[in-house]
């Protein structure tokens, strides 16, 4: 991603690169948005708001939905599904049932964000960063393969050793942890080596991150927490990060409840009214 590309927002190489918040970077929102409120330019103008002002005021629900969809789908809302989304918030009045619906669609999905999320979990141990996710997600719309794009993101990981040098055994050792939270027995390593041979480590990679220990019924824990960092625009450390997919994993705090913390946030907010710069979130 360089300044002047199509996922610069002005489309000029002017020495800034100007990106649109949310999960990726594209044409879907058209037009550049100069105040970094969420709303382009022709679309403020339309509605009636101040272009130069970050007034983009979220606390109204149609606001609110729209946002959603810029931030999970990078996209305006049609008609018929802002106004689907509406009257269920309007009916329940929670807000978080709204965005835990248009989380689990395949549209958010597209371009394999659980995998991704996943994946560095596993190769560095931590939530993914958004420059990480901006990669992943170029690669891929750029015509990249799913199995080129992991090899590239291993090869550049904290496997980078292992994966390139380590025997079948070794890279198994490496990942059984961090995916089944236990060792593998004996005679699970001999078959999955098996695999590994016949099939190559990309297919043993893909298959292990969607093995069902390494999965939820719901939202998985380190997807809603990289939900929650991109509403509060990437404000919460690794730590925290870390801590808040743990707690999600073990069931003391649920993803629905991790969410309603974040949406009555003024750090939130803040993303797209004008208000004193909000501090990064400590644990």
Do not use: C
Not at 30 to 48: I, K, P, Q, R
Not at 80 to 109: C, H, I, W, Y
Not at 126 to 140: E, G, H, P, V, Y
Not at 143 to 171: A, F, M, P
């Amino acid at each position: 991603m360089s300044e002047g590309d199509e996922f610069d927002r002005d489309g000029a190489k002017n020495g800034s690169l100007l990106v649109q918040g949310g999960l990726g970077f594209g044409k879907g929102l058209a037009v550049f948005d100069s105040d970094a409120d969420g709303v382009n330019d022709v679309l403020e103008t339309a509605l009636g708001m101040q272009v130069g002002l970050r007034d983009n005021d979220i606390t109204l629900n149609d606001r609110f939905i729209a946002q959603l969809y810029r931030d999970l789908y990078f996209r305006e809302p049609e008609t018929p599904e802002l106004s689907l989304q509406l009257d269920a918030l309007n009916g329940d009045g929670k807000r978080v049932n709204r965005l835990m619906n248009l989380a689990q669609t395949q549209e958010f999905d597209r371009y394999q964000i659980t995998q991704a999320v996943r994946l560095d979990w596993v190769s560095n141990g931590k939530i993914m960063t958004r420059q990480a996710l901006d990669l992943w997600r170029t690669l891929l719309k750029n015509g990249s393969s799913l199995n080129d794009v992991i090899d590239y993101y291993v090869r550049n990981s904290g496997l980078q050793s292992v994966y390139l040098k380590g025997t079948n055994v070794e890279l198994l050792h490496a990942l059984e942890i961090p995916i089944l939270n236990r060792r593998l027995t004996d005679a699970e390593l001999a078959d999955i080596s098996t695999f590994i041979d016949q099939y190559g480590r990309i297919e043993l990679l893909k298959a292990a991150l969607n093995v069902p220990e390494f999965q939820q019924l719901t939202l998985n824990p380190l997807i809603v927490t990289l939900i929650a960092d991109l509403l509060l625009d990437y404000a919460l450390d690794q730590v925290t990060l870390g801590h808040y997919s743990e707690v999600l994993s073990n069931g003391t705090l649920t993803t629905t409840e991790l969410i309603e913390w974040v949406l009555p946030l003024d750090i939130y907010k803040n993303r797209f009214i004008e208000e004193p710069q909000a501090k990064k979130i400590q644990r």
